[in-house]
């Protein structure tokens, strides 16, 4: 079911700061008076006013309809910042339309029922639909205490990921490029594994126009025995190097870079990326772009870790001396993504879908 059309300015307002919030939800609301849209509010980054709160602030809101993306906010242990739900009740509001429900449990059902028993009308279902899609990352996370994963490649047209003996180890073009830079935008970390540090070298950043955006998000390195570089440029603050079986030199000089570890079991099949993803999560990790190499990304997907996939396919063919995407390993059980999106990013293509190995 479509939005109604005050909804769809939350959900505009919502989907502008989507991840920047992280580990908050992504929330718009807005304020009608006598059929009129008085005032939009969305969430600040974390710590900051949450989206009614924004909303209600400064303007006469008696009598007035609130839309909330979702459920205003009860009290609970640790809170930030006023629970919405009394800021709702005390700026004399009427009724308030809700999309969803907030699965946190503290808040979960509780916010609307509070409404509710004060005496103000509550809706709940008014674009359900689009801000499910919308807050995809930060449903998994409350429900699984895991982070949402984009697992993110690019192709050539055969399949391969680079042909680094041919000197090709870069695909797609200017257009690409800037496309997955601002996922990395809004995203909380980026995965790699050491071998695409040892090979590329990547800064991993989110850039805009060549330049670094002001939120960035942890750059985490999986290297179980310890061979990254300390030079290369990933490390640094900001940089998260998971590890299990290293010598203390490396870590010296890895940890002189201001890069952080984490510690994990090295078992024989390496660090286990459930674990992984676990400690990320209790990190407060909402959603990562798995970027490689292809062993990584094998990994993931064997283990049903992965919820997303941006493939972008780059016009050329590899051949022999390319590098195959699935490593001949056992790789994955075939499956095809659903809901799939499709942008044209000349003289790429960027395939987008979800595995279904989580559905909100
Ligand atoms: C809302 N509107 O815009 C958001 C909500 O510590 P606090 O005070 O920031 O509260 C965080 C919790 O509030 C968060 O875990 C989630 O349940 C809810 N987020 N609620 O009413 C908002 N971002
Ligand atoms: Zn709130």
């Known amino acids: 079911m479509q939005a109604s059309t005050f909804m769809q300015v939350a959900i505009d307002a919502a989907r502008a700061v989507r991840g ?58 640790g809170k930030r910042t006023r629970p919405c739900a009394e800021a709702i009740i005390e700026a004399g509001v009427s009724r308030v339309v809700i999309s969803l429900s907030d699965p946190h449990a503290p808040v979960r059902g509780q916010g609307a029922a509070f ?63 800037a496309r997955a830079h601002r996922d990395r935008a809004w995203v909380d970390a980026i995965l790699v594994g050491s071998g695409t540090v040892l090979a590329d070298d990547p800064a991993l950043t989110a850039r805009e126009a060549g330049s670094p955006v002001a939120r960035q998000p942890l750059r985490v390195v999986l290297d179980g025995r310890g061979r990254t570089d300390p030079a290369s440029r990933v490390l640094g603050t900001g940089a998260l190097v ?24 090295y078992g024989e099949a390496g ?64 499956f095809a993504l659903r809901e799939v999106a499709i942008e044209p990013l000349p003289p790429d293509v960027l395939i987008r879908g979800y595995t279904g190995d989580w559905s909100p």
């Open 271 to 334: 660090i286990d990326l459930r674990e992984l993803l676990r400690a990320l999560g209790q990190w407060d990790i909402v959603s990562l772009i798995a970027e490689g190499g292809p062993s990584v990304l094998a990994s993931l997907f064997d283990g049903g870790h992965v919820d997303e996939v941006h493939a972008y396919v780059a016009p050329l063919i590899l051949g022999q001396s390319g590098i195959p995407l699935v490593p001949s390993r056992p790789g994955p059980a075939p």
């Open 115 to 177: 409404l509710r028993a004060q005496g103000i009308q509550v809706d709940l279902g008014d674009g359900a639909e689009a801000v499910t899609e919308l807050l995809r990352p930060y449903l998994k996370f409350r429900q699984t205490g895991l982070p949402y994963v984009i697992a993110k490649f690019a192709v050539s047209l055969d399949g391969k990921v680079g042909a680094p003996s041919a000197g090709i180890t870069w695909l797609t073009s200017e257009p690409a490029l």
């Open 20 to 77: 920047r919030t992280s580990p908050n939800p992504w929330v718009g609301a807005v304020v009608v008076r006598d059929g009129k849209v008085v005032s939009i509010g969305a969430t600040a980054p974390y710590g900051g006013p949450h989206a009614e709160a924004a909303a209600l602030a400064g303007v006469d809101a008696r009598g007035a309809t609130l839309y909330t993306t979702l459920e205003p906010c009860m009290p609970f242990e």
């Open 242 to 265: 998971v590890t299990g079986n290293s010598s203390p030199q490396w870590r010296r000089a890895v940890a002189a870079t201001g890069a952080e570890f984490l510690e994990l079991e």
